[in-house]
T-cell receptor
């Protein structure tokens, strides 16, 4: 079956612009996670959804970052007034259920470059 | 925040050699996971460990959940070219639902 998909695969934008990154989780997975991976580093947790609600958004770096999952499936990560330091690969993952015993399946990521 | 210290940062080995990498934490983790990431892809789960002392194998890969719950290692035996990539340890700290990753070990294999 289909895995986690993310669009676009690459996004180049100018400083100060607004961007939206989309994640399509595996069908039926109730939990969805966003991570940010800087060059040469491991992924860092941003936010996770259980159904439509954000269960933990403590990893969002500041109020320029926001994510939604209105129907409990597709999620959009929104970044306002982008800064050069936002450049990174944004990874999405989903799991059937939330929690430490359920495998998270990752998408290929969106590479964001802020010029 | 929680941090995992993964070592070594990089390894250059000959095909056929065995590989060992490890991960340590200053705090207790309930679950330890090992992922591999290829260029342009997301991490793929290799092995999951859920109990202190647990030793689990997946083909040529073997991983252990340290008895103190603060460390884990991954061994790869008889390395082959497709083992090239970046390996990450990850885990769920005690009482947390957020997955924490190490900095990664980049494995390069000389033919």
């Amino acid at each position: 079956g289909a895995g986690v998909s993310q669009t676009p695969s690459n996004k180049v934008t100018e400083k100060g612009k607004y961007v939206e990154l989309r994640c399509d989780p595996i069908s039926g997975h109730t939990a969805l996670y966003w991570y940010r991976q800087s060059l040469g580093q491991g992924p860092e947790f941003l936010i996770y959804f259980q159904g439509t609600g954000a269960a933990d958004d403590s990893g969002l770096p500041n109020d320029r970052f926001f994510a939604v999952r209105p129907e409990g499936s597709v999620s959009t990560l929104k970044i306002q007034r982008t800064e050069r330091g936002d450049s990174a690969v944004y990874l999405c993952a989903s799991s059937l259920l939330p929690g430490s015993t359920d495998t998270q399946y990752f998408g290929p990521g969106t590479r964001l470059t802020v010029l | 925040g929680q941090q995992l210290n993964q070592s070594p940062q990089s390894m250059f080995i000959q095909e056929g050699e065995d590989v060992s990498m490890n991960c340590t934490s200053s705090s207790i983790f309930n679950t330890w996971l090992w992922y591999k990431q290829d260029p342009g892809e997301g991490p793929v789960l290799l092995i999951a460990l859920y109990k202190a002392g647990e030793l689990t194998s997946n083909g040529r890969l073997t991983a252990q959940f340290g008895i103190t719950r603060k460390d884990s290692f991954l061994n790869i035996s008889a390395s082959i070219p497709s083992d090239v990539g970046i390996y990450f340890c990850a885990g769920f700290p005690q009482g947390a639902q957020k997955l924490v990753f190490g900095q990664g070990t980049r494995l390069t294999i000389n033919p």
